[in-house]
Every structure is written in C-alpha cells, then in structure tokens.
C-alpha cells in the first residue's frame, strides 16, 4: 500500500524527504509555541550527555520546514514539493484509536499558496 501511494506522488512531482528521528525540542515549541497541547502533552522530551532537550517528532511539519530552510530548498523552483513516511510519537495518554507510535505518510507543497495536486 505504502509502495502504491509513493509511485502516486512520485507520478505528480513529489520527493521523498526524510528528517532525523530526534530533533532539537526548540525546534517543536518555537514552530508551535510552548502552551499548546503539542509540547505540554504529546512530546517526549529528554536530555542527552550535553545537556540538550531533544524530542522524536510528534507531528513532522516543523522538521520539514527546518530541512526546507537549512538545504535551500527556497531557491529551488517553487512550489517544492515533498512526501513522507515516517514514526510519529504521543506522550499523552492516546485517545480511542490512536497509538503512542504511529506512521504517518503525507506530503506538503511548500513555496506556494496553491495546494492542489496537479501534474506537471
């Protein structure tokens, strides 16, 4: 099934990106701010060995648009677009049919205010 979606998005012009599985906790609590529900309640934030807070991500967007920025994607023909597989984890208790881990498969069009999938 994931096979079948990729060949989809690859078809309409998308790349795969994949980001790291432990990010900066600053990265998640500056993109969403630190009172949302996001970084109170779903993030699994610990310390490493230098004294830095890390999280795997509990959604992907905010690890997308840092890989966007920090490899110049900007400068690319824009929209860039771009597709993901990957874990995602909630600290909270999950509710009814929703999991601690989970996969979530997406992809984003950034660069542009349209959104519609159109081949090109």
Do not use: C, W
């Amino acid at each position: 099934m994931i096979a079948r979606a990729e060949a989809v998005f690859v078809r309409y012009g998308y790349r795969r990106i994949d980001t790291p599985m432990f990010e900066e906790t600053r990265l998640f609590s500056r993109g969403v701010g630190n009172s949302t529900d996001i970084v109170r309640k779903e993030m699994y934030t610990f310390e490493d060995l230098g004294g830095r807070q890390h999280d795997p991500p509990p959604g992907g967007h905010s690890a997308r648009g840092a890989r966007y920025v920090e490899h110049g994607m900007h400068t690319l023909p824009q929209p860039v677009k771009l597709y993901y597989h990957s874990p995602m984890f909630r600290y909270e208790s999950p509710q009814s049919g929703r999991y601690r881990q989970h996969y979530q498969l997406g992809v984003e069009a950034i660069g542009s205010p349209d959104r519609r999938l159109t081949p090109r």
